[in-house]
């Protein structure tokens, strides 16, 4: 290839250019996201049914789904969530299932268990969803003239349907407010006056307003649609609907009922801002970028409010793009940076403005064409490909920096330029080539980790090995084609100069270092030994100590606040305490909330898969979103403490907890709602709330846990009606019918009967159910006196039926055969892997669980543990990919573990800068160390293969050592400082994802730092020791080899060439 590029110059300028062409056409066009693709293979099956009980919901349609499931193929497990009115069941498959092949053998289960369920019910929603598909923002609609029915109604039917034309935006239903409906408000006391029982009036309803298709009648040449008025065709027309009649009068259902186009019963309300509202979650598809999704979707807004009425007003607020957006901005900021500085150090070490601009035009070239790779390869603009470029900018040096340094030496031997460029070039040709090899396989454990691991280091991998191949080639093609047009000719002034030339000063500080390295070869086994007694020593010490968390913690001035009001609060209730926090939030931030959106109690049945985006389990669950001025800085842990004390203060009967709130962490939970979440399952309910009742009490004693409590309502209050089945015969009733008049007395006969009506002019059908308005049944007595017999006072409900108030679970969970609660906590200054510790010893200490329990750690902790054990299995096999290659090269392997010696530096190196500057052990910090370990054999390459040479050429390995190291001193300490200065803006941290990505950057200087010492001053020592005693025969078998113990001296006794040539034959 250098041949050929010094031959044709302009063909490679073309390529180059061509190459930068496409790769910023590709620039303008790859998604930009915050993450990668995490691909999670879960599939969600939803179904509603109002007014049925957690048990209900479980037993009819949980447990029988569950059954059907199993005959799918790649499910790793099936957990299921049942509240009043709804169950969830969440399918998560094995990694690399065929999504689509089991999306498809959902839906036919799903028909299949659909014969089992009860009458009524509606056909369940099957959602595939991913981890990457959360909410990216809210469009709020909000009217001070209009009712939130008016709002919701314009919000489904004109602004829905636009989220179709948005590219990569799913349609989700509008959250605030209840389905539009007919409702017929019963009124009890009319209803008992005229004898008249709830099932009566429903009865009624479906006998007089049902659909029926219209048919034709031909008429001479003409043929009629025949219509009929089945339907009626105004809401106020059901008022003259006959409920009953005695042959002197007609009880209409405008005499015993108030009836009104309004919304179905009140399950929940969204308040934003303080005033109830409605708003459409903005959700993208896994596939879509954040960045391109909300862009379009703002564009659409002029769009959006053409539609509405002038009074109401559409927002898009807690846009999480702006995070994305600001974090791609400031690691481009910080990479340019670092691209400046790596350029400035060249040129100190250099001293020549012409190398150091060859050195930085190969930077950009290679960074935008990895880019045009990433592209073709399917991956987006992200944190984690940004961090990969970021990291490659100091990698990318190496390259070219070795390339000029080596043409320098050249030009100093006294060689013409284009003899010394040409000879220098194709003297590191190879070792360069061994160096990218090395880097890249320190990447290749991506390829065989698995899930978060494998999603989140692929594509850091990616950039940095398109990005560093891209370097290579350029370095034997681009580089040598501007050294002959920009470097000056020295070999005239070198041998005019050489004689009195002084030492410069990099030359005196050379010399130095050679003495230093010459004093140590004295005692180079004992050096040796302290060497790595030193870092595997250190290196377990830092590993205890040091935290470990899946990303650095953020303060993005946002929070998820879940509040809960003793089990069976009333829902206005529930209403007023959210006030009230609001307020507590307001002032403890010193009034800087800027935005807040609350939704409470639950998501109504017609919208249930609003579920994966609200999740609550009752009506006295709210979950809070605030936002405080962007102004405002505070240490968000702190914010949260003073929050929960002035909870207890003043709210001592509420509780709270913390959840996910932006983007990263949403991400990162897998669905988690706290960082530690304990799992309890087994077949006795009692057996597992006593179990449960222990640990919560044992982890409140952890000092840096809070928020500790059991997830799910337990105690929820409920009025058992036991009806006397023998008491009804008597009576000539039957449990069916007294059961639809409670239904329609509690709840409404939206399940039980289904009836509904068109609404002509917006062209949709609307439910009409009827009810007793929801604050008529004040009481128990209410209750009781329900009527049962149409024209007969006698019997009530209380005649055929007994009562009594009890507690139940309000909400059943379920995986697999076992019932399970949650215990769930938040950290409070500290990290995810040592309150995981603390938390594995209280279960620890609470002894032997019960026969039939299973205790689990979920939640982060488990995906931590998954984390770290995927990233410390890939950088093991990164090393041993790493030394079967130099073995491979070098034909030696005790040449492969002198240059492996420097890893374990790498791993002090790395721990003691993260422990120094407080940060963890987290995803990005241990990219950081698989990244110094790559660059640290690259360094470690250099020298022992110069040492290698000069060893077949001296005969002495104490001065091919020496030598060595001073000959490669500069290039070591050229491409290590320009990487460390390229690190520096990401190590600051000051950018808006500064806090994410600055552990990397530390990670890779602490390990850089550590690895180029141990790569100057111990490489030599160990070389020394290995290599003393080893001979100049060639490792080869074949018999022609002349410096093989096979070889045999031909008949004629031909002679042999010089031995120190051979070093080409057995290494590079």
């Known amino acids: 290839m250098l041949s050929t ?68 193929g790649g499910i790793k497990e099936i957990s299921s969530r049942s509240v009043q009115g709804l169950t969830v069941v969440k399918l998560a498959f094995y990694e690399g299932s065929d999504m689509a092949q089991a999306s498809a053998e959902v839906a036919i289960q799903v028909n299949r268990a659909m014969k089992f369920f009860p009458p009524g019910a509606l056909p369940p929603q099957v959602v595939r969803y991913d981890a990457s598909s959360v909410p990216i923002g809210d469009l709020v609609f909000s009217s001070k003239t209009r009712s939130l029915k008016e709002i919701h109604e314009l919000a489904v039917t004109r602004i829905r349907p636009l989220f179709s034309t948005v590219p990569g935006l799913t349609a989700p239903p509008p959250i605030g407010t209840n389905a539009r409906t007919v409702v017929i408000n019963l009124n009890p006391q009319k209803a008992r006056s005229l004898n008249i029982s709830p099932d009566q009036v429903v009865e009624a309803l479906a006998a007089n307003n049902a659909m029926t298709p219209s048919g034709n009648i031909r008429v001479g040449n003409t043929s009629y ?452 979440e304990v799992q309890v399952a087994g077949r006795d309910m009692k057996q597992i709330e006593t179990y449960a009742n222990k640990l919560v009490n044992g982890l409140s004693q952890v000092d840096n846990l809070r928020d500790v409590r059991i997830v799910q309502p337990l105690k929820f209050p409920v009025i058992n009606i036991k009806l006397d089945r ?104 500290t990290d995810l892997g040592t309150a995981t510790t603390e938390v594995e010893n209280v279960i620890a200490g609470l002894g032997e669980a019960p026969k039939g329990l299973v205790t689990q750690v979920k939640g982060m902790s488990s995906l931590l543990t998954e984390t770290l054990n995927s990233l410390q299995l890939g950088l093991g096999i990164a090393i041993v990919v790493i030394f079967l290659l130099l073995a491979a090269n070098y034909q030696s392997l005790k040449l492969s573990l002198v240059i492996l010696s420097t890893v374990p530096a790498v791993i002090v190196g790395s721990i003691a800068i993260l422990l120094l500057t407080g940060s963890t052990l987290n995803l990005q910090s241990y990219m950081g160390i698989i990244m110094s370990t790559g660059i640290s054999v690259a360094n470690a390459i250099l020298i022992v293969t110069n040492a290698e040479r000069l060893r077949w050429e001296y005969r002495d390995v104490r001065r091919a050592a020496l030598d060595s190291a001073g000959l490669r001193l500069r290039p070591v300490l050229m491409t290590s400082f320009a990487m460390i200065a390229g690190m520096v803006p990401m190590a600051l941290g000051t950018g808006e994802a500064g806090e994410q990505v600055a552990p990397l950057g530390r990670a890779v200087i602490g390990g850089l730092i550590a690895s180029t010492l141990a790569a100057l001053y111990i490489v030599p020592q160990i070389y020394v020791w290995l290599q003393g005693k080893t001979n100049f025969e060639d490792p080869s078998l074949l018999p022609d080899e002349v410096n093989s113990s096979q070889f045999i001296v031909s008949p004629n006794g031909s002679s042999h060439s010089d031995q120190s040539s051979t070093y080409e034959k057995h290494t590079l």
């Open 5 to 72: 590029s010094l031959k044709r110059p302009i063909s490679i300028l073309v390529l180059v250019a061509g190459l930068i062409v496409f790769s910023v056409m590709s620039a303008t066009r790859i998604p930009i996201d915050i993450f990668p693709r995490l691909n999670s293979p879960v599939i969600y099956v939803i179904e509603p049914y109002g007014g049925m009980s957690p048990a209900q919901m479980e037993g009819f349609f949980a447990t029988r789904m569950q059954d059907q499931f199993l005959y799918i």
């Open 225 to 676: 649609i025949t219509t009929l008025n089945s339907l009626e065709e105004q809401v106020a027309d059901f008022g003259q609907i006959p409920v009953s009649t005695d042959g002197h009068r007609t009880v209409f259902l405008k005499d015993l009922a108030n009836i009104q186009d309004g919304s179905d019963v009140t399950a929940g309300y969204a308040i934003v801002n303080g005033s109830r509202s409605s708003y459409i979650p903005v959700v993208k598809t896994a596939d879509a970028s954040t960045w391109d999704v909300v862009t379009a979707l703002k564009a659409k807004l002029p769009e959006m409010r053409s539609l509405l009425p002038d009074d109401i007003e559409v927002n898009y607020e807690f846009d999480q793009s702006i995070f994305v957006i600001n974090a791609v901005k400031s690691l481009l900021f910080e990479g340019g940076l670092g691209a400046i500085l790596t350029g400035l150090m060249v040129l100190l070490f250099l001293g020549d403005w012409r190398s150091s601009v060859i050195v930085i035009v190969t930077i950009p070239v290679s960074i935008i064409a990895a880019v045009l790779f990433l592209s073709l390869a399917g991956q987006t603009i992200n944190i984690m490909t940004l961090s990969g470029l970021a990291l490659a900018i100091g990698v990318l040096v190496d390259q070219a920096t070795v390339t000029i340094e080596n043409i320098h030496q050249h030009l100093e031997m006294g060689k013409p330029k284009k003899q010394a460029i040409y000879d220098a070039c194709q003297e590191v040709a190879l070792p360069l080539l061994l160096i990218l090899l090395c880097i890249i396989a320190v990447f290749a454990p991506s390829f065989i980790m698995s899930g978060v691991p494998r999603a989140m280091f692929l594509p850091l991998s990616l950039s940095i090995g398109f990005a560093m191949t891209v370097s290579y080639l350029l370095a034997q093609s681009l580089v040598p084609i501007l050294a002959n047009w920009m470097l000056k000719d020295h070999s005239e002034a070198a041998h005019a100069g050489s004689s009195n030339k002084k030492p410069s000063f990099f030359d005196r500080i050379r010399e130095s270092f050679m003495g230093q390295n010459r004093k140590l070869l004295r005692s180079n086994r004992l050096i040796v030994i302290v060497y790595f007694l030193a870092v595997f020593a250190l290196a377990a010490a830092g590993f205890m100590l040091i935290g470990k968390d899946m990303l650095p913690q953020l303060n993005s001035g946002q929070m998820v606040i879940r509040l809960k009001t003793p089990d069976g609060t009333r829902l206005e209730r529930t209403e007023e305490k959210v006030s009230e926090l609001m307020s507590i939030v307001d002032q403890a931030s010193d009034g800087n909330l800027a935005i807040s959106s609350a939704y409470v109690g639950v998501v109504p049945t017609n919208y249930a898969t609003t579920n994966l985006y609200v999740s609550t389990s009752g009506s006295n669950d709210a979950v809070i979103k605030v936002g405080l001025n962007g102004a405002y800085h505070t240490n968000m842990q702190d914010l949260k403490e003073r929050i929960r004390d002035a909870v207890k203060e003043q709210m001592p009967d509420a509780t709270l907890s913390f959840e996910p709130a932006d983007l990263t962490e949403k991400l990162m939970s897998g669905g988690a709602f706290t960082p530690i």
């Open 726 to 829: 023998q008491k009804l015969a008597a009576m000539g009733l039957n449990l069916q019918k007294t059961a639809r008049s409670i239904t329609a007395s509690t709840s409404s006969s939206r399940f039980t009967e289904k009836n509904q009506w068109l609404d002509a002019k917006a062209a949709y059908t609307y439910q009409v159910q009827v009810q007793i308005p929801e604050f008529a049944m004040r009481n128990l007595s209410q209750l009781q006196e329900i009527p049962l017999v149409s024209g007969q006072a006698r019997p009530v409900l209380a005649d055929v039926a007994t009562f009594s108030i009890d507690t139940l679970p309000g909400e059943y969970a379920r995986i697999g055969p076992r019932r399970f609660v949650t215990v769930s906590a938040n950290l409070h200054h």
